[in-house]
């Protein structure tokens, strides 16, 4: 009987994911299509024609819009509705120093934190692989790139270092989604996150913040050639 009573309770403790609500759903899907330039930078939205699309009422719409709003994706203007933000060089030059600075300092606190286990996590991420042109491919690779910046930072056990360079990097996904359509970083990312995690086992702070410096700064310059000399150069609000 007690055997039974126990099983009831933990029954009754897991619940069952809550459905996403219809503002999570909308904002969810702009988010997605911003990101990976669907929706293009500049473009125009509004709530009636977010509602529209959807099928839903403006309330939920008008929501999803502000919460994109509050993450910097969108802007907003009287009587006017929604922008798609644009993408200026020198937005994306300005994200890459602030980026740069907190994960250099995330790299030289973290090595001499870093587990075996953390080691081995950060392995398995740097293996991540894409196929150009298929968007779920695409998809979890830059997932799995931003868990593994994500994981060195964690390391350190910094919070407020944490939320910042989450901010950061969420800032940048939309430059990572370009960069990563417009040429193959295959090679080159694999390359240098294992060199990053080789590095961070040794342990050597110097070299932790040399090699992350170095890192963002190629994936930088990478970004302005692919953008500037490649198919994406009309997406740039110069």
């Known amino acids: 009987m007690v ?6 309770k933990r029954r009754r403790v897991v619940q069952p994911a809550k459905p996403a609500s219809l ?7 702009l988010r997605t299509q911003i990101l990976t330039c669907v929706i293009r930078p500049g473009q125009e939205l509004n709530e009636a024609e977010v509602a529209e699309r959807f099928d839903i009422s403006k309330t939920p719409a008008r929501e999803a819009l502000a919460a994109l709003r509050q993450e910097g994706l ?9 922008q798609v933000t644009p993408i200026t060089f020198a937005d994306m030059d300005e994200l890459f ?22 080691i081995d996590h950060l392995n398995s991420l740097a293996d991540a692989t894409y196929n150009q042109g298929e ?14 910046h994500l994981a060195i930072v964690e390391a350190t056990g910094n919070g ?15 430059f990572f989604y370009l960069g990563a359509q417009l040429r193959d970083v295959n090679n080159e990312t694999t390359v240098s996150h294992h060199q990053i995690v080789e ?4 342990g050597d702070q110097a070299a932790a913040r040399e090699i992350m410096i170095r890192h963002n700064e190629q994936t930088r310059q990478g970004l302005f050639q692919a953008l500037a000399t490649g198919r994406g150069y009309d997406l740039i609000n110069l």
């Open 135 to 148: 968007q779920l491919s695409l998809a979890t690779f830059i997932r799995s790139n931003r868990e593994f």
């Open 23 to 29: 503002t999570e759903q909308v904002y969810d899907t």
């Open 199 to 202: 590095t961070l086992a040794r």
């Open 3 to 8: 055997e039974t009573m126990a099983i009831r």
């Open 74 to 82: 969108v802007r907003s203007f009287p009587r006017r509705g929604y």
């Open 97 to 118: 120093d602030v980026r740069t600075i907190l994960e250099a300092g995330a790299a030289e606190l973290a090595c001499t934190k870093l587990t075996a286990e953390q």
């Open 160 to 174: 407020r270092l944490v939320q910042l360079l989450t901010h950061q990097i969420d800032a940048l996904e939309r």
